[in-house]
């Protein structure tokens, strides 16, 4: 391959629109580059709110949002639908089906997604949210559970069906049991006949000492109370060995259940295997302080893909949201300090180091947690900032006003806008027992009447 | 089968929470009446306006709405998710699986489907718009559309996959049709840097000579022209003899096209066959002016899946919404007076009359066209008008509000707020030609920039 000459502009590619990625080209306005930035979706989707999605509190479309509408008016930008499969670190090529294309600058951030610590069997169990579409399956899976109990005559089984387990006790596990339990005890619990939907059983599994570990001791120990007052049953220290249709097995212990879903361990994407280069026990790269390969200074790594020391205190970098942005920032200042000759000694790149501005989780309503350089806050408080702060980065105006508008109605309401079971199901048609096949659909709880058999 | 001494309601099943199955159940509230309503989702679908949910406007969540929740608060109601597949007239039970349940009054209210008039082998390449999913698919199809004609090197297959056909002049077609010329021409135009997406063609095909037949002629002429000056090509009298993955034809001339949509067609579930009763051509049930299948007064078929003669004008009453909403009224009066003993005989049961309060399509954005009782209404104030009898229609407050709110800002803003591709789909890669694999990605338009090869 041979650049031709009168195609002066270099060439970056970016993988993954996410909040790494959004932002390096975001911040690469104005320059005479040619971005091309790739995605297998057409929307950035907002992470830290899918768990909404997954528990039909909005609708897909309220965090996802168009990459083409992002950068419809940033001229050096063309957004392709598409898969990248392979990486050549030593022909600077990037390639997907047939096609490939050549660049001078490469930018990975293609985030993470969960890990089943080596049990990929357990996943179609297991489902884990990190996309709108398992999010969308989840939700389907939930809704199910409960029409399915509202049919089911064997008590054992309706036990299961209303049991749900959440693996994993970082933010996304912490929220969905929160949500859940807040379904069950409160936004449904009116619309059933057969069965009493406050007495579904969620579980929170976690392997380690204590729920959300990369916060303070302290506010783990809240969230921890606070679930555990809104009935959530929540397990440290449990490790799942198995999963299978009937539940989820800690040890000997099984704890049966028609509803497992999975928020724990992190894994980065096969592909990332293709450019042979070093990595973590998660299939993370390992990145220099300037977020680039080592040896591949043209080569950066942004987002949760990366396994990245931060420059001034030699811890890692979380794998959150702020950091992906900051990151994302980080790249387009180097970039562009190289591009317009300011600074052309690639050895002379400064090194990231993450500006912590607060962590917070929410598990319910009024309550959450967060700490902002060492406040803790707890409470409604701790709610109502977890709230506005997550409104305040959905990407568009639209979005802003109304997932606001929309939270502050179903609050008061007690309303969740998407309670909508989409996509193909088959609705688990209970075997009839003896001769009573109309009881299926007849049976009452607390009235004495009896079934025309 | 046999009823017990301790069962004194009498039940009633409702097949289908449409507008006629929700206004019937909604009729009888209070009633000693033990009420089963089946649907095949969890959600009654606000039809007038899958078409918005098919073309980005709104999202599923804004138009469909938890059945359990509509009757959360009426409790001779029990909800059931399920499928109804058999009706035996003579026993008088419904079952769907291994379940069977014996009624005393039955309500069919299961609507229509599109009907391919016998080509169901071109359902897969022309999809029709009935349901959320058909809408959800409808759309992945539109906006991969774009997105592979953005990546397309050779000039006829990009031509054919921006040309949309739309098979059906009434109401849906006329409104499918509109909203995808907005889309192209206006909301996503700055979007793509390889396409022209205001190239983009789209057709409407009408079988018969105006479209709207159901209305006015003078109305039917000014959606023709309110659509021709928008730029959508019109052709009346002209019938699709055939469909294929590279388009449709019409007699010897075929239309190349990769999107194909349709709305044409009336056919009632095959599920209606096992009752055994005469249907009309379209496999609709021929019922009395009371609304029930002759012979067999507890039967009511109420809405589309009717064949229903006007008790006063003796005209057919037309498949709209605002009829099955006055069908399920007025056959919950019957019920209601029979019931408490007013009115046993059911000989002196009135006629069903359809109150016409008037029709209206929308064509686009300030252009509509109504005929109110013999009023004729266009432009901009039939938008309007068209505008809130939708939005008040909508079954929740919120809903309204939420909708009512996002129209007038995407009106604003040339905003779509949903354009989103969910669920599993495989972008057509372009075969490269030549040794020019590079160009597939990136080919642009209007620059004198050359792909480096």
């Known amino acids: 391959m041979c650049r031709m000459a009168d195609s002066p502009r270099k060439r970056l590619i970016v993988i993954g629109a996410g909040f790494a990625g959004l932002n390096l080209v975001k911040g690469l306005r104005g320059l005479p580059l040619d971005i091309i930035l790739v995605d297998k979706h057409n929307y950035h ?4 709110l899918l768990y909404q999605v997954a528990t039909a ?25 598409g898969e990248v499969e392979r990486i050549d670190l030593a022909n600077k090529t990037v390639s997907g089906g047939e096609a490939s294309v050549s660049y001078d600058y490469l930018a990975i951030c293609v985030g993470v997604t969960h890990s089943y610590f080596g049990n990929e069997k357990w996943q179609p169990m297991a489902p884990g949210l990190k996309s709108i579409d398992d999010a969308t399956e989840i939700r389907r899976k939930v809704l199910l559970a409960f029409e399915a109990a509202e049919l089911e005559q064997d008590e054992a089984s309706r036990r299961a069906k209303l049991t ?30 057969n069965i009493d939907t406050t007495t579904s059983r969620i579980m929170l599994l976690q392997g380690g000492d204590r729920l959300l ?8 120990a809240r969230a921890l109370k606070d679930l555990q007052d809104m009935g959530v049953e929540v397990r440290l220290n449990c490790r799942v060995t198995g999963v299978d249709e009937t539940g989820v097995w800690v040890g000997d212990e099984q704890l049966p259940a028609d509803n497992i879903i999975w928020a724990a361990g992190v894994q980065a ?25 080592p040896g591949h200074p043209e080569v950066f790594v942004l987002g949760d893909a990366g396994a990245i020391t931060d420059a001034k205190t030699n ?24 591009l317009s000759g300011q600074s052309a000694d690639v050895k002379a790149r400064p090194g990231f180091s993450y500006h912590d501005k607060g962590t917070m989780a929410t598990i319910g309503k009024r309550r959450a947690v967060a700490d902002i350089k060492g406040w803790h ?10 709230s506005v702060v997550h409104v305040m980065f959905l990407i568009s105006f639209r979005t802003k006003l109304f997932v606001m508008a929309g939270w502050v109605y179903d609050y008061i309401m007690n309303n969740r806008e998407a309670r909508l079971i989409t996509g193909k199901f088959r609705l688990h048609v209970v075997k009839p027992r003896g001769g009573a096949t109309e009881t299926t659909l007849l049976q009452t709880r607390g009235t004495s009447e009896q079934a025309a058999v």
Do not use: H
């Open 269 to 293: 994407p096969a592909m990332l295997r293709t450019l042979g280069v070093p990595t973590d026990r998660s299939g993370r790269i390992v990145v220099g302080p300037d977020l680039s390969i």
């Open 164 to 193: 749900f387990v959440v693996v994993g006790g970082g933010p996304t596990g912490v929220e969905m049991a929160g949500a859940l339990r807040e379904i069950a005890a409160v936004d449904i619990q009116r619309d059933f006949r």
């Open 57 to 81: 509190g909005l609708s897909p479309a309220d965090i996802a949002y168009p990459i083409r509408r992002v950068f419809r008016d940033q001229k050096n930008v063309r957004v392709v639908l």
């Open 45 to 48: 989707c907002f992470q830290p």
């Open 315 to 338: 811890q890692p970098v979380p794998g959150l949201a702020p950091a992906a942005m900051q990151m994302g920032k980080f790249a387009a200042k180097v970039l562009r300090a190289e």
């Open 377 to 386: 806050i707890t409470g409604l408080v701790a709610w109502l900032m977890w």
């Open 213 to 220: 570990p990369s916060m303070d001791p302290k506010l783990s």
